[in-house]
């Protein structure tokens, strides 16, 4: 087991297996030492989680874990382009929480992926994000997350080619 996933693992994560791609698209890409996940929804063997708006729906705490799985879904993606035992930092989280008329708290739900990235690379998962409320995600899931993440300059088998 590698350092990242113990790390998940001791804070009572599991990295799930890696997400496919559902369209024209790959689930991330790397770029030099920068990784960009597409965006990530909350499944769970195969599965959204939960549906529908937060606010409405879907509890806060429900889209909160929603979240969470989104963000490892996220890292998971990564892991086809690098090995996570190579991040140095987390740069951005971005968030996107499906909202009933009203919600305003969408920081919070984020919160849940903010802590994901905490548990896996301790100070180097402080990161910038964005928390955004929008009127409908694919699917009707509750919530969207996407990482960039910093790699070390050491380069392994899975990397892709620079664009």
């Not at 009933?100 to 802590?115: K, L, M």
Request: overall charge negative.
């Amino acid at each position: 087991m590698n350092r990242v996933a113990e790390s998940l693992a001791h804070a009572g994560f599991a990295l799930p297996d890696a997400p496919s791609a559902v369209g024209m698209y790959a689930p991330a890409v790397r770029a030099g030492s920068l990784v960009f996940t597409s965006g990530q929804l909350p499944f769970a063997d195969g599965v959204l989680i939960s549906v529908g708006k937060v606010g409405a729906t879907v509890s806060e705490e429900d889209a909160r874990a929603c979240a969470r799985q989104a963000a490892l879904n996220a890292l998971a993606a990564a892991s086809l382009v690098c090995d996570l035992d190579d991040v140095c930092s987390v740069a951005r989280l971005a968030g996107y929480v499906s909202s009933e008329r009203g919600f305003i708290r969408q920081p919070s739900v984020v919160d849940g992926a903010s802590e994901v990235l905490h548990a896996a690379f301790g100070e180097a998962g402080v990161h910038a994000r964005e928390a955004v409320g929008v009127v409908a995600l694919p699917l009707d899931a509750p919530v969207e997350v996407s990482l960039t993440l910093v790699l070390h300059e050491a380069h392994d088998e899975k990397s892709t080619p620079d664009v």
